[in-house]
């Protein structure tokens, strides 16, 4: 993630724009970072076990869908770095 992060999104902003497109992309990676706890709270029960209706690896399954539904939709990136359309 920290490779798209930092290394794909200096290149979709324009220069006056840069600075801010980075920032935002940064304060809503480190939002989402704080969301890793809230998401282990919600799946587990204070004993540490699963919470009811739930199983114990509910917040590993949360993480791999995130990832997943983010490798899709790296796919439809419409904007190729290399100043070439991608494919």
Known sequence: MYGVLFAYTPEVFPAPHRGTGDALASSFNRMMGILAPVIKIVTTSATGAAAPGSSANGSIFVA??????????MVFLPIETAGRAAM
């Not at 791999?64 to 939709?73: D, G, P, Q």
């Open 64 to 73: 791999a869908t995130l990832f997943l539904v983010t490798a899709v939709l």
